[in-house]
Nanobody, 116 residues
Framework: QVQLVESGGGLVQPGGSLRLSCAASGFNFRRYAMGWYSQAPGKERELVARVSITGVNTNYGDSVKGRFTISREDAKNTVYLQMNSLQPKDTAVYYC?????????WGQGTQVTVSS
């Protein structure tokens, strides 16, 4: 049974940081590019960041470049998203994903709220 379980979301003040984690199970993690998407109320889901199978190549959405960093730890079947300099516009549900252009698996999402 495939599972992607996100954690680390919550309420943070503008300018603060959060680190999201996604623990994967039920599939061969090492054979998948992994990513994070966000979906704000009333908006479409959009790419935040993705990392290749090797971990060498990364791709970021324009709005998070220079603030967010994606990484993976294959020994733990886990992908991370370090989010710095958070802004109210970053408020959304963040979803973990498996796949690069075609997403095979999705997590249930974790809420991130940036507010003072």
């Amino acid at each position: 049974q495939v599972q992607l379980v996100e954690s680390g979301g919550g309420l943070v003040q503008p300018g603060g940081s959060l680190r999201l984690s996604c623990a994967a199970s039920g599939f061969n993690f090492r054979r998948y590019a992994m990513g994070w998407y966000s979906q704000a109320p009333g908006k479409e889901r959009e790419l935040v960041a993705r990392v290749s199978i090797t971990g060498v190549n990364t791709n970021y959405g324009d709005s998070v470049k220079g603030r967010f960093t994606i990484s993976r730890e294959d020994a733990k079947n886990t992908v991370y998203l370090q989010m710095n300099s958070l802004q109210p516009k970053d408020t959304a549900v963040y979803y973990c994903s498996a796949g690069w252009s075609k997403i095979d698996y999705w997590g249930q999402g974790t809420q991130v709220t940036v507010s003072s």
